[in-house]
Nanobody
Framework: QVQLVESGGGLVQPGGSLRLTCAVS????????MGWYRQASGIQRELVAG???????SYADSVKGRFTISRDTAANTVHLQMNSLKPDDTAVYYC??????????????WGQGTQVTVSS
């Protein structure tokens, strides 16, 4: 059984920083792309940042220059460093993984989400 567990969320003041971590565990043959999504109250879930197996990162325009996604392939983890946080960044952040539990298969998995609140 594949599991994604996020950590690192919390309450931070505007201009502050947080670092989210997502750890993938279970039966894994290979991990393809990984990413972070967020969903604010009453708003559709949106992609924040993604990273491919080759390490190529992409970002939503709203977080470019402030957020950095990174991946530790050996540890099956992905991080999201969030700097210069704004109240508009307040949301539940979800980790997503496109992976192959066994050779020849491919599925999409989600974590349970971690709350990020930016407020003074």
């Amino acid at each position: 059984q594949v599991q994604l567990v996020e950590s690192g969320g919390g309450l931070v003041q505007p201009g502050g920083s947080l670092r989210l971590t997502c750890a993938v565990s279970g039966r894994i043959f290979s991990i393809n792309a990984m990413g972070w999504y967020r969903q604010a109250s009453g708003i559709q879930r949106e992609l924040v940042a993604g990273i491919t197996s080759a390490g190529t990162a992409s970002y939503a325009d709203s977080v470019k220059g402030r957020f950095t996604i990174s991946r530790d392939t050996a540890a099956n983890t992905v991080h999201l460093q969030m700097n210069s946080l704004k109240p508009d960044d307040t949301a539940v952040y979800y980790c997503n993984a496109d992976l192959s539990p066994i050779r020849g298969t491919r599925s999409n998995y989600w974590g349970q989400g971690t709350q990020v609140t930016v407020s003074s």
